[in-house]
């Protein structure tokens, strides 16, 4: 196609709004009419499954849960009056936390005001606020995160050493909606142990993040820390970042979260429209379809042209794969659907991979973030008329001709600039993208059989790990590996238990190896006494 004909087709297919400033050009991804009107019956049911949703259907039959995310910005459409003033009233909660924070009326004890933030949590827990924090903190703000979001020591402990000696003026904010989400509650207790090791008390300096009648809401209530925020079952963790899960990080950040609701209330209100050139999330659900012809044949490259943005696809990979990587369709039909995302920022990525992009293997389709303000101050001229910007807009439009002159295809959405009200569109574009996505291709978006199934399968590991200490404790002499799984009565675990030797033998506990240890025939196992 010539730049003429693509020209026209970029102008066909442009999707502009102008009270958001939000531009979604679609134009270079393959599909022709024919394709539009096949896929027509499929977007006919997808709005009318969204109004559902939107209404109070029960999303999540697993948990006979609903899903309530689009109500957290405008509880108005919530469906009972009960809901909306549990909306209403959660927000000004988080507002009232906020003032209270910044003005030192809530302080730590022995000084008078917060100056940091520990967050506490994992996957949307942690991404969410993550991205919000990265892509809008101000360069100096009232209170300064730090995240611990693995249940790894070593990140654990590098976490504390960079808020050192403010120890004592950081508040800390536990995210788990059961309570008993293992990576958090052992954050939670590694750092209970740092502030007692440091004679601090650490209820004096927690809030929590939790469902109602969790474990984490008793611990709390028991200990008497500073808050407690709620958790809604109808909201899941990778739609959560406009919730208490979001909200209360950004707002002690000096974020302004009404602003952020705001532009997700703006954007649901365009992606509520069933016509599909009105609708910016069904154009970018079209794509995704048409680019992985309905299967996720190709991967989801995301590539913002802004720093601030860094972390977008990080946050998308849970909202993205989480809820469209489904073995089962709604039929139970095995379908293995999915959208592999990944990314990174532009122009780095000119170094990086764009090289197989261009040349290699035609996997993907790729998604350019492009923002219109540069910077908020003066523009400097680094050459006479041009400045680092206009660099990275040519970087920009020149990976995008260079790849389409290869048939890969790309979308380009550009924003005007980097704040809360755009950032909050962009969360509920993608939240409402994933949507209309999921019911095109037939699968549930909001439970997660996988991730169940992970978790039981890590709680089952721990339980033979009890087995083999405990086995070794009331053995004399040294066992093979054979012998002490035959012993525990877990024969069939035999690799199982030599990893988790292994593993405690590195950390020295407890566990004396003999033989070599990277030939696991030759080793045997015994409790030091």
Not at 123 to 134: D, E, H, I, T
Not at 179 to 200: F, I, Q, S
Not at 297 to 320: A, C, G, T
Request: charged share 25%.
């Amino acid at each position: 196609m010539n730049n003429i004909a693509l020209w026209q087709r970029y102008q066909d297919w442009l999707y502009f709004n102008e009270d958001l400033g939000f531009y979604l050009d679609i134009s270079r991804i393959s599909f022709d009419a024919a394709q539009i009107e096949q896929l027509k019956p499929k977007f006919d049911k997808a709005f009318k499954d969204i109004a559902a949703l939107e209404g109070g259907a029960i999303a999540n039959p697993d948990e006979n849960r609903m899903v309530g995310h689009y109500w957290l910005r405008d509880p108005e459409l919530a469906p009972t009056a009960e809901l909306r003033q549990d909306i209403i009233d959660t927000i000004n909660s988080v507002l009232d936390f906020q003032q209270k924070v910044h003005s030192g009326e809530i302080h730590p004890p022995n000084s008078a005001k917060f100056t940091d933030i520990l967050s506490i949590g994992i996957g949307g827990s942690a991404l969410g606020p993550q991205f919000v924090a990265q892509a809008l903190a101000p360069n100096a703000p009232p209170l300064k995160i730090h995240f611990i979001d693995n249940t790894d020591p070593a990140g654990i402990d590098k976490v504390i050493a960079e808020i050192g000696d403010r120890l004592s003026t950081t508040l800390v904010s536990v995210i788990s909606k059961s309570g008993g989400t293992p990576e958090t509650r052992n954050g939670m207790l590694e750092v209970k142990k740092v502030y007692a090791d440091h004679n601090l008390d650490f209820a004096a300096h927690a809030f929590a993040i939790t469902g109602n009648s969790s474990k984490l809401e008793a611990i709390a209530e028991r200990e008497g820390w500073l808050a407690i925020f709620p958790m809604r079952d109808w909201v899941g963790g990778r739609t959560s970042e406009l919730s208490p899960v979001g909200l209360v990080a950004a707002a002690l950040q000096g974020i302004d979260i009404k602003q952020m609701l705001e532009g997700a209330k703006a954007m649901d209100a365009l992606t509520r429209k069933p016509s599909l050139k009105d609708n910016p999330a069904a154009l970018l659900a079209m794509a995704w379809y048409c680019a992985g012809h309905g299967r996720g044949e190709k991967d989801m490259v995301i590539l913002p042209y802004k720093d601030s943005l860094l972390l977008f696809s990080r946050y998308l990979q849970q909202l993205i794969m989480e809820s469209l990587g489904k073995e089962m369709d709604l039929d139970g039909k095995v379908v293995n659907q999915g959208i592999a995302v990944y990314g990174n920022k532009g122009s780095t990525d000119q170094h990086a991979y764009v090289q197989q992009l261009r040349e290699g293997v035609n996997n993907f389709f790729l998604t350019f973030i492009e923002v219109l303000e540069d910077r908020s101050g003066e523009y400097v001229e680094i050459e006479p008329g041009t400045t680092s910007g206009d660099y990275l807009k040519g970087f920009l439009l020149g990976t995008r001709t260079a790849l389409n002159d290869k048939q890969r295809d790309s979308i380009t959405i550009t924003i005007p600039k980097v704040n809360e009200r755009i950032v909050g569109a962009l969360i509920a574009l993608y939240e409402r993208g994933v949507s209309i996505y999921a019911s095109l291709v037939n699968i549930n978006a909001y439970h997660q059989p996988g991730v169940e199934a992970g978790k039981k399968a890590a709680a089952t590991v721990l339980d033979i790990q009890k087995k083999v200490v405990d086995t070794l404790k009331q053995t004399d002499d040294p066992l093979s590996l054979d012998e002490l799984s035959a012993k525990a009565q877990i024969k069939d675990e035999v690799e199982t238990v030599y990893k988790i030797v292994r593993h405690l033998n590195a950390n020295k506990r407890g566990i004396i190896v003999h033989g070599n240890i990277g030939q696991p025939k030759t080793i045997k196992v015994a409790w030091q006494k």
